[in-house]
């Protein structure tokens, strides 16, 4: 079944560097990070030193809620273990892309709402994904 | 200042190899190089400008190649976006020329993934060093086809894009690969033949993807009155687009293409509009890239290009708006996973009259090439060439 296999798909792990470590710190504690520009208010994904929009670097962590839609997403056939890949539209305004797991990967949709989860990476922290709310 | 008219295309060449076993990459330059040279009734000693993408080859590739076939240059350029480099090439060819950096400038693209067994479109591939985005997206697996196909996901949501429309776009492919006897794929398809294939990374089928291919292609560029010497039909640049889109922070939209922004300055530069183009190379890495795009230049509305591809709308002598005609990356050639410059090959030929006849546009004397290199579920670059013949 879809989710058992979801699980044994190996997940590669995130290069970590010293822009990214906080992130990766906060993912292994269970929490999904991003950015918002004390400058001009506006949050970005992925996390960066300086401000996408208005090039600040007055830009702060912040946690998400976890809490999203799911804006499109794909499910690959042809690969030894079928895996959905997504963009979420997170509940704090940016969009990620992700993976949807712990579902029948058929039944998913754009516009589903979904929950965040974490997952054991390949000899790294763990990352980021998420399920049916 | 602006390029129209400043440069000419006068050698064109594309390898016939679809797989090329038993050559190595930089042979394939070499081979395409010479063929272009041959067209244009050049010599290799007459060049004195290269272009050649950074990706074609390994580490400075680029000075390795003006060393192994000898050339001596006032002007080199290795620009490099993924399959649309040599979209941006011919325009930035046309900006050195204007400028006097050089006046006889080759193009050169080169290849053989399929040799090497490479899964261009499944495998997700890793960077050679990790780039800014790496963390956050190597471990969900983006491969080639499932980022294209987030794209189709959500174009068929916003817009009621059908995977049968998106079946017209191959089936026209078909049509006009038929007369190609290089094509990789010679027979004919319908709509049912596309949706029936199986399955790649949803709504893409198998039929919606482009081939994988070994090979390459090489374009000669000159000044006005160096192509006015030559023996060739001149085919003229009058204007060039280059445009980059990416995921805007997080303000992520796959509804549209950089095509959006290159198209408009490539039509302004050269003075025309959509509806003056009488044949389109559209690259088609995937179906959805040909409509995605054909909505961005223009050809028709956003959200309606399922539409205007279907019912053979893209066929020559049957639609509208011929694309395409040596069959494309859909079914002709995609050599080095790379279909921008196969793009401007077939454009040349229709401008000069040397299509397949069963293909060839009538009175075809304004053309345009389009591409999209890197990943249009990501970033990549959108750039246009509308070329005239004179």
Same mark, same amino acid.
């Given at each position: 079944?879809?989710?058992?296999?979801?699980?044994?798909?190996?997940?590669?792990?995130?290069?970590?560097? #010293?822009?990214?470590?906080?992130?990766?710190?906060?993912?292994?504690?269970?929490?999904?990070?991003?950015?918002?520009?004390?400058?001009?208010?506006?949050?970005?994904?992925? #996390?960066?030193?300086?401000?996408?929009?208005?090039? /600040?670097?007055?830009?702060?962590?912040?946690?998400?809620?976890?809490?999203?839609?799911?804006?499109?997403? /794909?499910?690959?056939?042809?690969? #030894?273990?079928?895996?959905?890949?997504?963009?979420?539209?997170?509940?704090?305004?940016?969009?990620?892309?992700?993976?949807?797991?712990?579902?029948?990967?058929?039944?998913?949709?754009?516009?589903?709402?979904?929950?965040?989860?974490?997952?054991?990476?390949?000899?790294?922290?763990?990352?980021?994904?998420?399920?049916?709310? | 200042?602006?390029?129209?008219?400043?440069?000419?295309?006068?050698?064109?060449?594309?390898?016939?190899?679809?797989?090329?076993?038993?050559?190595?990459?930089?042979?394939?330059?070499?081979?395409?190089?010479?063929?272009?040279?041959?067209?244009?009734?050049?010599?290799?000693?007459?060049?004195?400008?290269?272009?050649?993408?950074?990706?074609?080859?390994?580490?400075?590739?680029?000075?390795?190649?003006?060393?192994?076939?000898?050339?001596?240059?006032?002007?080199?350029?290795?620009?490099?976006?993924?399959?649309?480099?040599?979209?941006?090439?011919?325009?930035?060819?046309?900006?050195?020329?204007?400028?006097?950096?050089?006046?006889?400038?080759?193009?050169?693209?080169?290849?053989?993934?399929?040799?090497?067994?490479?899964?261009?479109?499944?495998?997700?591939?890793?960077?050679?060093?990790?780039?800014?985005?790496?963390?956050?997206?190597?471990?969900?697996?983006?491969?080639?086809?499932?980022?294209?196909?987030?794209?189709?996901?959500?174009?068929?949501?916003?817009?009621?894009?059908?995977?049968?429309?998106?079946?017209?776009?191959?089936?026209?492919?078909?049509?006009?690969?038929?007369?190609?006897?290089?094509?990789?794929?010679?027979?004919?398809?319908?709509?049912?033949?596309?949706?029936?294939?199986?399955?790649?990374?949803?709504?893409?089928?198998?039929?919606?993807?482009?081939?994988?291919?070994?090979?390459?292609?090489?374009?000669?560029?000159?000044?006005?009155?160096?192509?006015?010497?030559?023996?060739?039909?001149?085919?003229?640049?009058?204007?060039?687009?280059?445009?980059?889109?990416?995921?805007?922070?997080?303000?992520?939209?796959?509804?549209?293409?950089?095509?959006?922004? /290159?198209?408009?300055?490539?039509?302004?530069?050269?003075?025309?509009?959509?509806?003056?183009?009488?044949?389109?190379?559209?690259?088609?890495?995937?179906?959805?890239?040909?409509?995605?795009?054909?909505?961005?230049?223009?050809?028709?509305?956003?959200?309606?290009?399922?539409?205007?591809?279907?019912?053979?709308?893209?066929?020559?002598?049957?639609?509208?708006? #011929?694309?395409?005609?040596?069959?494309?990356?859909?079914?002709?050639?995609?050599?080095?996973?790379?279909?921008?410059?196969?793009?401007?090959?077939?454009?040349?030929?229709?401008?000069?009259?040397?299509?397949?006849?069963?293909?060839?546009?009538?009175?075809?004397?304004?053309?345009?090439?389009?591409?999209?290199?890197?990943?249009?579920?990501?970033?990549?670059?959108?750039?246009?060439?509308?070329?005239?013949?004179?």
């Amino acid at each position: 079944m879809a989710q058992a296999q979801q699980q044994q798909r190996k997940i590669a792990a995130p290069p970590v560097n #010293p822009e990214t470590q906080h992130f990766w710190d906060a993912a292994a504690q269970g929490k999904l990070l991003y950015k918002k520009c004390a400058a001009c208010g506006e949050p970005h994904f992925y #996390p960066r030193p300086h401000c996408p929009f208005c090039f /600040s670097d007055k830009v702060e962590w912040q946690e998400a809620s976890g809490r999203g839609t799911i804006y499109t997403y /794909s499910v690959m056939r042809r690969a #030894p273990v079928p895996y959905a890949i997504a963009y979420v539209a997170l509940a704090e305004g940016p969009t990620m892309m992700t993976n949807i797991v712990d579902c029948d990967l058929d039944s998913i949709k754009i516009g589903q709402p979904v929950k965040l989860v974490f997952k054991p990476s390949d000899g790294g922290p763990p990352v980021p994904m998420f399920t049916p709310a | 200042m602006s390029i129209k008219g400043k440069a000419y295309i006068v050698g064109i060449y594309e390898h016939p190899t679809r797989l090329a076993t038993d050559r190595t990459v930089m042979q394939l330059h070499a081979d395409v190089a010479a063929g272009a040279l041959a067209d244009a009734g050049l010599t290799k000693n007459d060049i004195d400008g290269y272009f050649c993408a950074a990706g074609d080859m390994a580490g400075l590739g680029q000075l390795s190649m003006v060393d192994y076939l000898g050339l001596k240059t006032r002007h080199i350029d290795s620009t490099d976006v993924g399959g649309s480099s040599y979209l941006l090439h011919v325009g930035h060819v046309a900006e050195a020329i204007a400028a006097g950096k050089c006046s006889i400038a080759l193009i050169t693209l080169a290849g053989r993934p399929r040799a090497e067994g490479m899964a261009t479109g499944t495998q997700p591939r890793a960077p050679e060093r990790p780039m800014p985005e790496s963390g956050f997206e190597l471990p969900y697996a983006p491969a080639t086809a499932n980022m294209y196909a987030m794209a189709a996901m959500r174009h068929m949501h916003e817009f009621g894009t059908t995977s049968e429309q998106l079946a017209w776009v191959k089936v026209a492919a078909s049509h006009h690969a038929q007369h190609n006897p290089h094509a990789m794929l010679k027979d004919v398809v319908t709509v049912e033949d596309v949706v029936g294939s199986p399955m790649i990374a949803d709504p893409l089928h198998r039929l919606d993807c482009c081939v994988i291919s070994d090979g390459g292609g090489a374009i000669i560029m000159t000044t006005p009155e160096i192509a006015k010497s030559l023996k060739r039909p001149r085919v003229k640049v009058i204007g060039a687009g280059e445009a980059p889109k990416h995921q805007m922070g997080g303000k992520v939209d796959l509804t549209y293409s950089g095509g959006r922004w /290159s198209g408009p300055l490539a039509f302004a530069e050269g003075g025309v509009k959509p509806s003056d183009i009488k044949y389109a190379s559209i690259y088609d890495s995937f179906t959805i890239t040909v409509l995605m795009q054909l909505e961005d230049l223009g050809f028709c509305e956003k959200g309606q290009g399922g539409r205007f591809v279907s019912d053979g709308n893209l066929i020559s002598g049957v639609g509208k708006l #011929p694309f395409n005609t040596d069959g494309g990356g859909l079914c002709n050639n995609h050599p080095s996973n790379r279909g921008g410059l196969t793009k401007v090959l077939e454009a040349v030929r229709q401008l000069r009259g040397e299509a397949h006849p069963a293909v060839q546009v009538k009175n075809c004397d304004l053309a345009l090439a389009h591409g999209t290199g890197g990943s249009l579920g990501t970033r990549h670059a959108g750039a246009t060439v509308i070329m005239e013949r004179e």
